[in-house]
């Protein structure tokens, strides 16, 4: 079973795209597409404050006719951030996405930011944790 840090390292784009939470909903909305993610995570004097995604520009911007141009990200982030830590395992992660319905969990070490873990990158590791596990298996039994 991989930690948290060690996904973070093979982690193909470990960049942290963030944004403020006086910033506007569009721009935020703008970077995600931007860069291609589903989440950024809110920071405030170099600290996180929250996370704000593209299910939340979908439940609270566009559903209830709000304008993203004039909606503070703080409006729509969700403040009650869960985390993980380095130590922490791919299972535990998954477990803990699967529970509380997330999929994206920012990775805090000693009370600083250091990654932010998809639910994809938990499965691209898991997928490839079991076809190791699969082929040596099928090893074991040809008996090589």
């Known amino acids: ?4 840090a060690e996904i973070l390292r093979t982690k193909a784009n470990a960049y942290i795209y963030s944004v403020g939470p006086d910033d506007t909903v569009l721009a935020a909305v703008q970077l995600m597409a931007e860069k291609g993610v ?5 920071m405030a004097g170099g600290r996180l404050v929250g996370i704000v995604s593209e299910r939340d ?3 609270k911007v566009a559903l209830l006719e709000r304008s993203a141009f004039g909606a503070k990200v703080s ?3 969700t403040a009650e951030v869960i985390t993980v830590g380095p130590r922490n395992t791919t299972q535990e992660c998954m477990q803990l996405m699967t529970d509380r319905h997330l999929r994206h969990l920012p990775v805090v070490a ?3 930011l250091i990654g932010l873990l998809s639910i994809g990158d938990l499965v691209k590791v898991t997928i490839a944790d079991q076809a190791s596990l699969i082929q040596q298996l099928e090893q074991y039994i040809r008996g090589e």
């Open 1 to 4: 079973m991989r930690s948290v």
């Open 38 to 42: 589903g989440a950024l995570v809110v």
């Open 57 to 59: 520009y979908a439940r």
């Open 75 to 77: 409006e729509i982030m």
């Open 110 to 112: 000693e009370g600083e």
